[in-house]
């Protein structure tokens, strides 16, 4: 399994990527368009190696990493989880305590491979804390994933 060394950015949109209010313990799907470096023909496959949020609201997130639109199943043959990272309040930092909170997490290795062929990433955002996530516009919210191609794996 050789990997290209080359760190490729994933990112969310802001504004149209997680934009809706989110309630504690619930979640927000997205699936995310993979650049050409990470979705070649549709084909997805990388290894997840660091993870960065920019939120306005300053609160404890997980992020699920899905293989798959329809990630949830009853069935552990069906279900596509492929990592996940959870972030406690006291990971959100401000610059001079003010503006949008920021999160990193680096030394991930999390594998990832898009079963559905769709040049896609699938993502759940969970809200761990009591407050709830604000919603777009006033919600500002941002994810990036930096994702190393691989040669198949």
């Not at 990527?17 to 927000?28: D, I, K, L, M, Y």
């Not at 993979?34 to 979705?39: D, E, I, K, R, S």
């Amino acid at each position: 399994m050789s990997q290209t060394g080359i760190i490729t950015p994933v990112s969310s949109v802001d504004g149209t990527h997680f934009t809706t209010a989110v309630a504690q313990n619930a979640s927000e799907f997205e699936a995310i368009a993979l650049p050409q470096a990470v979705g070649v023909d549709g084909v997805g496959r990388c290894r997840i190696k660091d993870l960065t949020i920019w939120s306005t609201d300053n609160l404890a997130w997980e992020v699920g990493i899905w293989g798959h639109a329809s990630p949830k199943s009853a069935d552990p043959n069906g279900d596509y989880f492929m990592g996940r990272w959870t972030f406690v309040v006291a990971d959100g930092v401000q610059e001079d305590a003010a503006g949008l909170f920021r999160y990193y997490v680096n030394g991930l290795d999390i594998l990832y491979f898009d079963a559905m062929n769709t040049g896609r990433i699938y993502l759940t955002l969970v809200n761990r804390s009591a407050g709830a996530k604000t919603a777009a516009p006033a919600g500002k919210f941002r994810l990036r994933l930096g994702c190393e191609n691989t040669s198949g794996f």
